[in-house]
């Protein structure tokens, strides 16, 4: 296709393609820290430039390669296909580009980023580059989030805000991104670090509950989705590359940036200084309001401080006896291992805490008003729980802008418009008419706060929910949801809580909350909401991979210690094999894999995930027959002169291998032949390295350096190398498609064969 546009490209631009197979190493953090080496892997990359030669390149990129038995509809091929379409747009333009466009459509990004960083630290276009532009995703279609930029570039999110059609986009996004608490990362991250280079990274977020698995197929990708984001990158990188920003985009590195669309119709930024200064003026007002008000109570005898102190405590303690009564409920439906029962039901995560969250609030400042403030008149109450949101919100403001988060001005938007408000209202009117206008002017005071934190909400849960189905068996999901619904609960009902005082019973509104949570709590333990969907029109599968694997353990002589063969089973969400077991009996909590005495514990991770899945299973199998056979081998061991040994390996083997080392006690792993020649150590202490290759690529040599007692009895240092059948012909076994066939409709496995070897030196 690339040729037949080229072929077609008008004369005022020239499209240059080029096919680079780079080899390389690099060590990052991400994922507890790992080193990565690929060999002859392949990037497209494709420049468009005016007839002219140009000096400055913005870079799109989208990755061709996917997950290993999918489709990758949606990650990445839907982006490559939107870079082709506007490729093809941009080539029949009259209109000279003042910069290049660079195209790169890298073929390892599922590799853990290994094109990207192959493209920008080897091909002699990475020089041109000024900004990027990154296509990926978390989901299938629906809106693509801008949820990282910079660093420190504003002009970038003003360029999105100037050119995106429909634009979505959130500065708090990307400090949650940013903050590692979702277990993913992109090819930001290394155009970013290895070639400081600033950009925006963009990704679908929509259905996610298929990503990376057999239903991330073209048909599931709504065509408005792709109009969408055709229409917003198409405009981006056509205001990028006649910018006169983008020369020299270094001089405009001038801090970070407040941004964030307004229901998808226009993006608000402005500098985050300007907002540190505007954050402090609404404190110093409220300050002032709050001032002006215990000046006035005191003078008719009112210790109107107290009570806020008081009121603040009262809000306080209904916050964490909510939060603590749904992460009980929480711990109940767990224990009853009836998690994720909302896993395809959204609704019922709502109405089983939600619901609880509200009925505990509402009881904890009902009592409050019955027994604190027995004799305190109602609009007094009124007025100062409203004072008492206004400072709940004030101080996390003060708080989060005094360490630099540009997610304060979210609280500060829940202070200024209801304090606005309520300059603007004056007082409360006890007069019917005047109280109804009174509630419509406070409702709409609150319309914008309201209206742009349920559309983060939304995005918040359109996001995480399919992540717990990929969150591993180490982080309890319905303690996750529950404090997620137990916050929401609180921000949404900030404002409201007045109304507790104002009413004069609160009696029925507990009763029905109780009655809705504690009827849903008994439907969840019952089994009735069964977590996974087999539905082909909105399939919410449950994730297993599956290895059949041959292990083979050496000691320090060389001599087999221990050889095994067996079905490796890793379920990727918390309830593991429990809803499996009734459909393969054999699959249960006998065949619990030990760990064995080494790194990874003696299994071929393919990533390094091991924190986050503690449990997985073994199944004796025999042997897979496999006719391409890894062979590592240790080549040489030389004494350095300061005092290390040298250990020089060559391996040869399928097109991915994965090493696991484990130095031993009083010896340390000093340096190696990978990365920038440090060792980067997980945090457990092993060492991961990931390797894949193209199609042709020599065997693959390197060597470590290890400083310890030589002739220690327990040898130095553990290696393990393990192989990855991802494709061809030695992916299946006979045992594997036995068992896969008795998987039920509503799961996913993806397998396939892999082998083991550890040595110790």
Not at 243 to 265: C, K, Q, T, W, Y
Not at 288 to 293: A, E, N, V
Not at 449 to 466: D, I, K, R, S
């Amino acid at each position: 296709m690339i040729k037949e546009i080229k072929q077609k490209s008008s004369k005022v631009h020239k499209i240059t393609v080029d096919v680079q197979r780079p080899t390389g190493s690099f060590s990052i953090d991400f994922l507890g820290g790992f080193t990565s080496y690929y060999d002859n892997i392949t990037n497209i990359a494709v420049k468009f430039e005016p007839a002219r030669e140009a000096q400055h390149a913005v870079l799109a990129n989208c990755h061709f390669d996917s997950v290993a038995n999918t489709p990758g509809a949606s990650d990445d091929a839907v982006s490559c296909a939107v870079l082709l379409e506007i490729l093809a747009s941009l080539s029949s333009t009259s209109v000279p580009l003042k910069h290049a466009i660079i195209f790169l459509f890298n073929g390892a990004e599922e590799n853990i980023l290994q094109g990207s960083h192959g493209f920008i630290t080897q091909h002699p276009w990475a020089k041109m580059v000024c900004a990027f532009i990154n296509l990926e995703a978390a989901g299938v279609g629906g809106k693509e989030l801008v949820f990282q930029t910079g660093p420190e570039n504003p002009w970038l999110v003003q360029a999105y805000a100037a050119a995106a059609v429909h634009p979505f986009a959130s500065v708090v996004a990307q400090e949650v991104f940013q903050s590692g608490i979702i277990p993913s990362d992109t090819d930001f991250r290394i155009y970013r670090d290895f070639g400081n280079i600033p950009g925006i990274d963009l990704a679908f977020i929509e259905n996610g509950y298929i990503y990376h698995t057999k239903y991330d197929t073209a048909d599931r990708i709504h065509t408005e989705s792709i109009q969408r984001a055709g229409d917003n990158i198409l405009g981006i990188l056509r205001h990028l590359a006649s910018s006169p920003l983008l020369a020299d985009s270094s001089e405009f590195r001038h801090g970070n940036l407040i941004f964030f669309d307004v229901s998808g119709m226009f993006v608000l930024s402005y500098p985050a200084r300007i907002s540190t200064i505007i954050n402090y003026i609404i404190a110093a007002i409220l300050l002032f309001y709050l001032s002006k008000k215990t000046i006035k109570y005191k003078r008719g005898g009112t210790n109107y401080a107290r009570d806020l102190m008081i009121g603040l405590f009262i809000s306080v303690t209904s916050w964490i006896s909510a939060l603590v009564m749904v992460l009980i409920i929480a711990v109940l439906v767990t224990l009853t291992s009836n998690a994720l029962s909302w896993y395809t039901h959204f609704y019922v995560s709502v109405v089983l805490y939600g619901a609880a969250a509200v009925a505990k609030v509402v009881l904890i400042h009902t009592l409050a008003k019955n027994l604190y403030f027995a004799n305190t008149s109602s609009q007094y109450l009124g007025d100062l729980f409203f004072d008492v949101s206004l400072l709940s919100w004030g101080i996390p403001m003060v708080l989060l802008t005094q360490k630099g988060l540009c997610s304060a001005y979210f609280f500060a938007m829940w202070v200024i418009f209801p304090l606005i408000t309520k300059l603007f209202v004056q007082r409360e009117s006890v007069h019917q008419g005047s109280a109804y206008k009174y509630l419509a002017v406070y409702l709409l005071g609150l319309f914008f706060p309201y209206l742009h934190t349920m559309y983060h909400v939304w995005a918040v849960f359109e996001m995480f929910t399919p992540i717990f189905g990929r969150s591993g068996t180490e982080i309890p999901p319905d303690l996750v949801m529950a404090a997620f619904l137990a916050v929401c609960t609180v921000t949404l009902m900030s404002y409201f809580i007045k109304f507790i005082y104002l009413v004069k019973s609160t009696k029925t509104l507990m009763t029905w909350l109780a009655i809705v949570s504690g009827v849903t709590f008994v439907l969840v333990c019952s089994g009735l909401f069964f977590p996974y969907s087999a539905s082909m029109d909105s399939p919410k599968p449950k994730r297993i991979f599956l290895q059949h694997t041959t292990r083979t353990l050496h000691n320090l002589n060389g001599e087999v210690i221990k050889r095994d063969s067996g079905i490796w089973v890793n379920c990727f969400d918390y309830s593991g094999l429990l809803h499996i077991t009734p459909h393969i009996p054999e699959l249960n909590d006998t065949v619990r894999a030990p760990c064995v005495d080494g790194p990874y514990c003696g299994f071929p991770w393919f990533l390094p995930v091991h924190f986050l899945i503690r449990k997985n299973w073994y199944l004796p199998a025999p042997p897979p027959p496999v006719s391409e056979h890894m062979d590592f081998k240790l080549v040489s061991r030389e004494p350095m002169p300061w005092g290390s040994t040298r250990l020089n390996f060559e391996v040869k083997g399928p097109s991915h291998m994965t090493i696991y080392m484990r130095p031993h006690d009083m010896s340390v792993l000093s340096s190696w032949s990978l990365g920038d020649g440090t060792p980067v150590a997980d945090n457990d202490g092993d060492y991961f390295i990931y390797y894949s290759h193209g199609l042709q690529a020599p065997a693959w040599q390197f060597w470590i350096e290890v400083k310890g007692v030589d002739g220690y009895p327990d040898g130095m240092v553990t290696v393990a190398a393990a192989s990855h059948y991802f494709f061809g012909p030695n992916q299946a076994s006979p045992q594997l498609e036995s068992l896969l066939q008795r998987f039920p409709d509503w799961s996913f496995p993806s397998s396939w064969v892999s082998t083991y070897e550890q040595y110790v030196y």
